[in-house]
């Protein structure tokens, strides 16, 4: 949604927040991203790793985002001494019967990462074991979802701390592993990133607008507004690039999926004014289904500060 009826001329940024057509998709092979990343570190005074005795462990207050589930074990260390809280722990999975499980969590999640810590006497830390409800194996036939999601249940969690130093049982914490399951590193949640700087692309608002049932082995067409809610116009140059994927789920967890980088059509709109909205067409592929298939859609622009939109989609066999 532009918000003039004419296009602008080359570093006008687009002023009114009165929308009246959609820029269309020009599938411009994308560039190099238009920031870079400086990676900092910390430094943490020596201290001997925490152990079990060191810890009490809890479940704590649950989330949800685009069809992942967090469930937070807070860490208080409960001992005359401060320890260190860092590596990743193994996981066992405890049923209602009582029986364990050993779980093969993987280390990418999006409820992470958390930083490592000095944990002072009486301080907490955490670790968040990640679920998800949108694969397949959860939304098939309801007698297969439902064998599913007894099958991977569970309602406690040992968590085993690295180098063997104790185990710590968490009771009353239910997740399902039918779909997959991932842990963040032990340690605390990173101090508060700084606000962006004014005019940046990083200021800018994304909003998807797909449909939520697709047909398989076509060109899905959607749009994505840009929305600029600061009071600074944000200068689309140089031009960023965005992408867009689309992660099909199987049974046993994801299956097919599409990933395409392109260049935004800033010919078109070249800057973003204050308070402006623009929506841009686009096009991703669909992979051919047998059955209906759970995916997920994610759209981000620029490699590391831009904004990005997801929804949770059902794909249909075309």
Not at 122 to 141: F, K, M, Y
Not at 248 to 274: E, F, I
Not at 286 to 313: H, N, S, Y
Request: proline share 9%; aromatic share 4%; net charge neutral.
């Amino acid at each position: 949604m532009v918000s003039t009826g004419t296009s602008p001329s080359p570093g006008t940024a687009l002023r009114s927040s009165t929308t009246s057509s959609v820029v269309p998709w020009s599938p411009i092979a994308a560039g190099a991203p238009t920031t870079t990343m400086v990676p900092t570190t910390t430094t943490l005074a020596p201290a001997p790793p925490c152990t079990a005795s060191d810890l009490r462990a809890k479940s704590g207050e649950g989330g949800a985002a685009a069809g992942n589930l967090a469930n937070p074990i807070v860490l208080s260390n409960v001992s005359r001494s401060t320890c260190r809280l860092a590596g990743y722990p193994d996981l066992v999975g405890i049923r209602k019967s009582g029986a364990l499980h050993a779980l093969a969590a993987t280390h990418l999640s999006m409820f992470g990462p958390l930083d490592p810590a000095n944990l002072s006497p009486g301080q907490s830390g955490r670790l968040v074991i990640g679920t998800e409800d949108g694969c397949q194996a959860l939304n098939a036939p309801a007698a297969v979802a439902a064998a599913n999601s007894v099958g991977h249940r569970f309602d406690g969690v040992e968590v085993v701390l690295p180098d063997r130093r104790g185990i710590l049982r968490v009771d009353h914490v239910v997740f399902n592993t039918a779909c997959g399951v991932s842990e963040t590193g032990l340690g605390v949640a990173p101090s508060p990133a700084p606000a962006p700087p004014a005019g940046s692309l990083a200021t800018l608002t994304a909003t998807a607008h797909i449909q939520k049932q697709i047909r398989s082995g076509h060109l899905l067409e959607y749009t994505v507004t840009l929305t600029n809610p600061t009071r600074t116009s944000v200068e689309l140059h140089p031009c960023p690039s965005y992408e867009e994927a689309l992660y099909l789920y199987t049974q046993g967890g994801k299956g097919d999926h599409v990933t395409r980088s392109y260049t935004l059509d800033c010919a078109t709109v070249p800057a973003l004014g204050a308070g402006v909205s623009a929506t841009f067409a686009m096009k991703i592929e669909v992979p051919q289904v047998a059955v209906r298939t759970a995916a997920k859609f994610i759209w981000t622009i620029d490699a590391f500060t831009g904004p990005a939109a997801g929804e949770g989609l059902v794909v249909l066999p075309g």
